[in-house]
């Protein structure tokens, strides 16, 4: 509700996180932020909710990680795993690949996209539209 009365200026603008306990799991973590409403807004306000389930697994598509970073098709598989957890031996194996070609197409990969880390490759992922795009559709 404070978000809500916040998209019209009267409160915090400030986004709050809400946890939603679950039954034998971790709770969820909902993000609620208000939006702004523009002047004679025929809405009486509105907030962005954003739920995070910590037991979901992350998922990236990789035709836009090819389109987005010109990456080639397995080069996109590898970062797609790579997101998703696998390790890159993992990866490799699931694929059917040496893992000195999975070294090589990493290098390749932090080259296209300008890391220089696993970790940071799969933070730019995971913040990229390949991620927000995917996520729109297992809804």
Known sequence: CGAVRASHGDGSPEPGVVL????GAAPLSLLVTPLQMGEGSALPGAALVLAYDPLSTPVV??????QLFGLSA????????LCGGKTLEE???ERGTAISTARSQLKSIFNKTGTRRQADLVS???TSPAY??????QE
Not at 74 to 81: F, H, I, R, V
């Open 91 to 93: 990866a490799a194996g």
């Open 124 to 126: 730019l992922l995971l």
């Open 74 to 81: 397995a080069e996109a598989a590898l970062a797609s795993a």
């Open 132 to 137: 927000f795009l995917a996520q729109r559709g």
């Open 20 to 23: 939603l306990p679950r039954a």
């Open 61 to 66: 598509q990789a035709d836009l990680l090819r």
